[in-house]
C-alpha cells in the first residue's frame, strides 16, 4: 500500500480520501476546514509524506487549484509527483506542468467522474500525462476506480492536458444526455396518453436501448417527487459545457445538442429574456399582435 | 373599377378594405361587429354583389374560415370566386376548393403579408389557385400591393394551396429573423462592451447588410422603450411556425434555426420548465449539486 | 405455460418466438417466408390457436400492421385479443382498438425496446390498453422482459395508445442520447488532445456518469472499427423521432436536442444541400466571398 | 476635404478609396501590390502624409492587422490617429490602442458592412474610441458611410473595441438571417405544392414582413441561377460568427440560432461526419439496422 498526500476534503475529496483507505492506502489530507483535515497546512501536509511523494488536488478548479498548485511547486522536491484531479480547463494543465517541471515535480491532470456515489462505486477516471507518472500513480487509481477490468474505468488519455480534455467532453456529453431525458420527460408530463409518467421511466431501467445510470438517477428523483415539483427548473452550469462548445468552435465541430443543452440552461436562469422581449416587440410593431406589458406601479 | 365582396373587417380585412377603396375598387364588407359592417349578414352581402362575384374571406384561420367558405358555398353561384386571404393551414385550401368547385364556384387561397403597415405601404402576396382566377382577381391584388413592379409584391406561386404554404414559409423564415436580431439584442445588451446599445441597431439600418424592414421595426421599438423594459419576454406563436416544421418533418429538411425560434417561444411561455426541473433533479441526485427549491408553504 | 400467435418473425419476431419458447410458452408464428412461419397463412395460424385466443402483431408499423389487424378483426372472435408490438404511430392505435372492439375483441399496444439484443438480455415493454387484457397477456410481457422486477421493464402506460406513445418517447431520446455521444466522439477524434479515443471511451462504463448501455454498443462498435472508417455518416430515420417532435410541437414543448438529432440525420442523408447553397449565393453576391462550383462538364 | 492614409487595398480598402476620393478627400494608398498601390512602403505611405496624420487599416484581420498596426506605431507621431477598419476581434482593440497609445497616437476601431456594395450604396459604420479622435475622423465616416441621416448608418458604439464588438454581433446576427432564408428556400425546393420558387422569393421583396437587404441579394442569386444549381452546398465562416457564439457563451446568453447557422457551415464542409459515422455505428450494434459501409478497394 501507498502513501499519498489529499489536498481538498470537500464533497468529492473527502469521499475519495474513504475509499482510498478502504482499500488500504495512507492518505494524509489537508483541507482549509480543520474538521476534516488531517493536517494545519500545506507545508505540515508535505512535511508528513516521505519523499518521493505523490499529491492529489482536489480543490476547485481555477484560481483555487492553480495557487495550490504554485505553493506545491515551492514546497516539494525532485521526483514528486502533483496529481490534478479537479475539473480544471485543460489549457490549465500545460502551465502546471512547466511551473513543477522546472522543480522537477511530475504532473498527472485526471478527469474523475463519478460524483458523489464514486465512494460506493468507484470513480471513473481519465489521466494526462507521462507514462511513469502514471505507473506510480496506478496503485491510487486502482484503489478509486471500480472493481472490474482496469480498462473499463480507467485510461490513460494521452499526454499532460489529455485527461483534462477527457473530462470537459464526458461532461460535455452528459449535458446532451441530461436535456435528451429531461425532454422525453416534459413530453410526457405535458401530454396526456401516459397516464403514468414515473411508472413508465421507471420501467426503462432494465432491457430498453435508453437504459442507462443517468436514467436510475431520474427514477430515484421521480420516487421521491413524483412531479419533480418541488424544484425549480433553474440549472447551474459549471464551465465544462462551456469549454467543449468552444472546443467545438475551434475545432469546426457541429455540436448542435451540446450548444441546446447549454443554451436551455443559460434560458432557465433568466427571470425575464432580453431577445423574447425584443422578439414581442417585433410582433407588437408590425402585426399589433398582443404583447404582455409589465405592470409599472405609481 | 371592380366591385369585392369582404367578409371579415378586424385589424387586416379593415385596413384592406381602405387600401382597395382608395383605389377606386366598390367593396362591400361584412363583419359580426355591426360598427363596421357594410351588410347585416353575409346573405346580405352576397345579394349587394353583381354576379359573377368575388369574396375575400378574412377572418381567422381554421374553424371559422372553414365555416365560412362552406356558408359561401350555398349561397354564391356558378362562376363565382372565394378567396382565402387568412392564414389559413394549406391542408385546408384542397377542401375548401373542393367543396366550392362542387358549385361551380372558383377558389384562390392568397398568403397576404404586411401586418398593420400594408394599408399604408401595400401588401406582400403569394397566391395559389388555377391562372384565370387568377386573371379575374388581379384587379384587387394589384390594388393591395405596393406600387411598383408586380413581381416585386406579388406571385402566382402555383395550384390550390400554394399561395398558403408560400405564406406558411414565409412566416417561418420571418420566425427565424426576428430570433437573430433578438439574439444579437439580447448579446449587446447583456455584455457592457458597446455602451450604446440603440443607437448601434440604428445605425444598421442603411449600408449593412442586416438592413431589413423587421429591423427598422426594432429601431421603432426601441425609440419608444430603449431597453424594451415595459415588454415581458412572452411570445405566442400563431400556427405557421410549426406547420413550416411539420414540413420540413414531412420533407426531410433541416430546419434548426426555425424550430430555435419556434422552441423559444414555447419556452417563452413557460414559469417554470419541467425538463430543467428533471435536470436540475438530475444534478442533485449524482452530483449533489446545490438546486433551487420552492418554498412550500402551511 | 400460454398459448400465443405471433405474426411477422423478422429481426424482432423471430426473436421473440425463440425467448418466448425458451420461457415454456407454446407460440405459433406465421410470417410471409415460409422458411421461419410455422403456419402457411393467417387463417391457419388463427385456426391452430385454441379460444380465447392472443396473437402479437410484429409486422411493420403503417399498412402493414393496419392491414395485419384487420384481418384479425375478421378471423378472431369475441373475447380474443390482438396485441400491436411494432413501432406504430401512437395515432394509428384508437382505430385499430375500435376496429377489434366492434368485433368484440381486445387490444394492446405495445412499445418494445432492446433490438436485437432482446432475445439474450430481455425487453423493455410499455403497455396500453384496458387493464383486464394487460392481464391477460401478462404471462408473455414477464417472458419477454429481463428477470428481475418487473417494474423494471414494465409499464402498463394507460389506455389504448399510452404504450406506443411511451416507446415513441422512448425513441426521442434515444435519438438524443446517440447524438450527444457521436458529437463527444467527432470533437475528440477532431482535436488532438486526445491520443486514443477508442480507450477514453472504453473507460467511461463503469464509474462514470455518462455509463450506459449506449456507450456499451459505442465501445463494441469502436472494438471492431476504432476510427469506425467503414461506416457512411449516413443515417435513416424510422418516425418515432418525427413523430415525437410533432408531438412536441402540439404540446408547445421546446424539443431542442430531439430536434437537433433528428435534422443531424436529415442533413447526412444530403449530397448537397440546398440551404447551404442558398447560404454560398448570398455570401457571394454581397462579400465576393470564394465559393465552390461545381465542374460542369460537356 | 481631409487626407487619408488607407493600408490594403484589397476588396474593401480598393471601394473605398473609390468612394472616399468621389467624396473629394485626398487618400493615399498602400497595398503590397503595385498595381493598385500610391506608394511603395509603409514608411513612404507615412511620408506622403501631412501631420496630424490619420491612417485607416484595412487589411486582413489577426496577425496582418496587428503587425501592420505594430509598424505604424513606429512611423506616426504624437497626434496621428489609427484607425482599424477590418474585422479584427474585439479583443485585439485594446492591445493595439495601448501600443499606439504608448506613442501618443489615438486608435479607432471601425465595423464597416455593407461588403462590395458599398462603394456604391455606402457603408454602415460602428465605431469604438475615444470622442474627439472620433470628431477628427468624422469627415471619412460621412464620406463612407451612405447619404441621409448619419445616425441611420453611424454610431459610436463605445470606448475601444466597442466597434468591432458591434460589428461582431451584426455579423453573429447575419448568419441567422441567412440560415432563415435559406432554411426557407430549401423547404420551398424540396416540397412540390410551390411551383415556381423563384418567383415567390421575388415577389417577397416589397410589402411583405421578411423584405430585407438579403432577400434582395437571393433573389439576384435565383435570377441568375434559378435552381442555384451552379454552387455548392459549402459555406466558409471568417471568424466573427464563432467569436459571437463565444461571446453569447461568456454572458451566458442563449444563441440557438447564431450557434445553429455557424453549425451549419461547419457541417456544409465535411465530406463524412464522424458524428454521423457514430450514430449509424450504434444503430447497427443495437437494431441491426441497415448500413451504408465504404467501398474499400484493394
Given at each position: 500500500?501507498?502513501q499519498?498526500?489529499?489536498?481538498?476534503?470537500?464533497?468529492?475529496?473527502?469521499?475519495?480520501?474513504?475509499?482510498?483507505?478502504?482499500?488500504?492506502?495512507?492518505?494524509?489530507?489537508?483541507?482549509?476546514?480543520?474538521d476534516?483535515?488531517?493536517?494545519?497546512s500545506?507545508?505540515?501536509?508535505?512535511?508528513?509524506?516521505?519523499?518521493?511523494?505523490?499529491?492529489?488536488?482536489?480543490?476547485?478548479?481555477?484560481?483555487p487549484?492553480?495557487?495550490?498548485?504554485?505553493?506545491?511547486?515551492?514546497?516539494?522536491?525532485?521526483?514528486?509527483?502533483?496529481?490534478?484531479?479537479?475539473?480544471?480547463?485543460?489549457?490549465?494543465?500545460?502551465?502546471?506542468?512547466?511551473?513543477?517541471?522546472?522543480?522537477?515535480?511530475?504532473?498527472?491532470?485526471?478527469?474523475?467522474?463519478?460524483?458523489?456515489?464514486?465512494?460506493?462505486?468507484?470513480?471513473?477516471?481519465?489521466?494526462?500525462?507521462a507514462?511513469?507518472?502514471?505507473?506510480?500513480?496506478?496503485?491510487?487509481f486502482?484503489?478509486?476506480?471500480?472493481?472490474?477490468?482496469?480498462?473499463?474505468?480507467?485510461?490513460?488519455?494521452?499526454?499532460?492536458?489529455?485527461?483534462?480534455?477527457?473530462k470537459?467532453?464526458?461532461?460535455?456529453?452528459?449535458?446532451g444526455?441530461?436535456?435528451?431525458?429531461?425532454?422525453?420527460?416534459?413530453?410526457?408530463?405535458?401530454?396526456?396518453?401516459?397516464?403514468?409518467?414515473?411508472?413508465?421511466?421507471?420501467?426503462?431501467?432494465?432491457?430498453?436501448?435508453?437504459?442507462?445510470?443517468?436514467?436510475?438517477?431520474?427514477?430515484?428523483?421521480?420516487?421521491?417527487?413524483?412531479?419533480?415539483?418541488?424544484?425549480e427548473?433553474?440549472?447551474?452550469?459549471?464551465?465544462?459545457?462551456?469549454?467543449?462548445?468552444?472546443?467545438?468552435?475551434?475545432?469546426?465541430?457541429?455540436?448542435?445538442?451540446?450548444?441546446?443543452?447549454?443554451?436551455?440552461?443559460f434560458?432557465?436562469?433568466?427571470?425575464?429574456?432580453?431577445?423574447?422581449?425584443?422578439?414581442?416587440?417585433?410582433?407588437?410593431?408590425?402585426?399589433?399582435?398582443?404583447?404582455?406589458?409589465?405592470?409599472?406601479?405609481?
Amino acid at each position: 500500500m501507498a502513501q499519498l498526500g489529499l489536498v481538498g476534503l470537500g464533497k468529492m475529496g473527502f469521499n475519495m480520501r474513504e475509499r482510498l483507505r478502504a482499500s488500504g492506502h495512507d492518505v494524509v489530507g489537508y483541507d482549509r476546514n480543520p474538521d476534516v483535515s488531517d493536517t494545519a497546512s500545506l507545508p505540515e501536509l508535505v512535511g508528513a509524506l516521505t519523499a518521493p511523494r505523490v499529491v492529489w488536488v482536489m480543490v476547485p478548479a481555477g484560481a483555487p487549484t492553480r495557487n495550490t498548485v504554485a505553493e506545491l511547486a515551492e514546497l516539494l522536491t525532485e521526483g514528486d509527483i502533483v496529481i490534478d484531479g479537479g475539473n480544471s480547463r485543460y489549457t490549465d494543465d500545460t502551465a502546471n506542468a512547466e511551473l513543477l517541471g522546472t522543480h522537477g515535480v511530475g504532473y498527472l491532470d485526471v478527469g474523475v467522474s463519478g460524483g458523489v456515489w464514486g465512494k460506493e462505486n468507484g470513480y471513473g477516471l481519465m489521466v494526462g500525462g507521462a507514462e511513469a507518472d502514471v505507473e506510480r500513480a496506478m496503485p491510487f487509481f486502482d484503489a478509486l476506480r471500480p472493481e472490474g477490468p482496469r480498462e473499463e474505468a480507467f485510461a490513460h488519455a494521452g499526454g499532460v492536458g489529455a485527461g483534462h480534455y477527457a473530462k470537459m467532453v464526458h461532461n460535455g456529453i452528459e449535458y446532451g444526455l441530461m436535456q435528451a431525458y429531461a425532454e422525453g420527460f416534459e413530453l410526457l408530463d405535458a401530454s396526456d396518453v401516459v397516464s403514468n409518467v414515473p411508472e413508465v421511466i421507471k420501467a426503462w431501467q432494465r432491457g430498453t436501448v435508453v437504459r442507462s445510470w443517468l436514467l436510475e438517477l431520474l427514477v430515484r428523483a421521480l420516487d421521491e417527487d413524483p412531479e419533480l415539483e418541488e424544484l425549480e427548473g433553474y440549472v447551474e452550469d459549471s464551465g465544462e459545457g462551456r469549454w467543449t462548445l468552444e472546443e467545438a468552435i475551434n475545432n469546426a465541430v457541429p455540436a448542435p445538442v451540446i450548444s441546446a443543452a447549454l443554451f436551455a440552461r443559460f434560458a432557465s436562469r433568466q427571470r425575464d429574456s432580453a431577445s423574447m422581449r425584443a422578439v414581442a416587440a417585433l410582433r407588437e410593431q408590425f402585426g399589433g399582435h398582443a404583447v404582455k406589458t409589465k405592470k409599472v406601479t405609481g
